[in-house]
C-alpha cells in the first residue's frame, strides 16, 4: 500500500545535539512538507520542497535543514541552533497540481524530545 | 497576514449535532480542507470545498462562504469516535501550501 513512512516515532536527544528525522513516501508524489505541531497551537510549515533538489523555508525554517535529493525522501535536520526543538513533527506529501483537491497525505508523526 | 480562527474546544453529546466554525484571512485562496487528528496521530482528510455551498458526505458536512471569508464543519448523528481535534486548513498561494488553524477539540459524551 502507498503512504508515508516517517521514523522514529519517538525520538529523545541531548541538548546542543543535531538530529535527523526520516521521511519517505511511494505515492510518487512531487511535492513534500515539514510541519511542526505544539499544544494549542496549529500546525506551523517548515519547509516544502515541490521537485527534487529544490526546496523553501517555510515560516519557521530557523534552526532546521532539509534536503531532497531523492524524490520519495525528504528528511528533516533539527540543529542545535533551534531554541525550542521539542514538538511533534509532521511530514506531508501531495501531488504537485496548485489547485488539488487532493489536499496532503501525512505521516505519523514523531515527537521529538530534547532533554 | 494571514489568519484562521476557530474555537478552540467544544462539547457535546453523542447522538448530536455539532457545528465547528472556521473564519479565514489569507492572501490568497485555493480551497479550504477540513482535517480530523487523534491525539498524537497524524490529520485525516475530511472534506475540501472550492467553492461557495454544501458538500455532504455521509455523517460529516461542510460550507464555505468565500466573500465571508467562512466555513463551518457540520458533524452529526456524534459518536463517541469523533472526539478529536479538527482542523481548517486553506490552500494558498501558487505552491499547494496549505495554512492551518489551531483546531477545535471536540470531546463527545455519552
Known amino acids: 500500500d502507498g503512504g508515508i513512512t516517517q521514523s522514529p516515532k519517538y525520538l529523545f536527544r541531548k541538548e546542543g545535539q543535531n538530529v535527523t528525522l526520516s521521511c519517505e513516501q511511494n505515492?510518487?508524489?512531487?511535492?513534500m512538507y515539514w510541519y511542526r505541531q505544539d499544544p494549542g497551537q496549529g500546525l506551523r510549515l517548515i519547509y516544502y520542497?515541490?521537485?527534487?533538489?529544490?526546496?523553501q523555508k517555510g515560516d519557521i525554517a530557523e534552526g532546521y535543514s532539509v534536503s531532497r535529493e531523492k524524490k520519495e525522501s525528504f528528511p528533516l535536520t533539527v540543529t542545535s541552533a533551534q531554541k525550542n526543538p521539542t514538538a511533534f513533527y509532521l511530514c506531508a506529501s501531495s501531488i504537485r497540481a496548485a489547485f488539488s483537491n487532493y489536499g496532503y497525505t501525512f505521516g505519523s508523526g514523531t515527537r521529538l524530545t530534547v532533554v | 497576514g494571514q489568519n484562521i480562527d476557530q474555537p478552540t474546544e467544544m462539547t457535546a453529546t453523542e447522538g448530536a449535532i455539532v457545528q465547528i466554525n472556521c473564519t479565514y484571512q489569507?492572501?490568497?485562496?485555493?480551497?479550504l480542507f477540513w482535517y480530523q487528528q487523534h491525539a498524537g496521530e497524524a490529520p485525516t482528510f475530511l472534506s475540501y470545498?472550492?467553492?461557495?455551498g454544501l458538500e455532504e458526505k455521509g455523517r460529516f458536512s461542510s460550507f464555505l462562504s468565500r466573500s465571508k471569508g467562512y466555513s463551518y464543519l457540520l458533524l452529526k448523528e456524534l459518536q463517541m469516535k469523533d472526539s478529536a481535534s479538527y482542523l481548517c486548513a486553506v490552500l494558498s498561494g501558487g505552491y499547494n501550501k496549505l495554512i492551518f488553524g489551531a483546531g477545535t477539540r471536540l470531546a463527545v459524551h455519552p
Open positions: 470545498n472550492v467553492l461557495d
Open positions: 520542497s515541490q521537485i527534487v533538489n529544490d526546496f
Open positions: 489569507t492572501s490568497g485562496f485555493n480551497g
Open positions: 505515492l510518487n508524489h512531487d511535492a
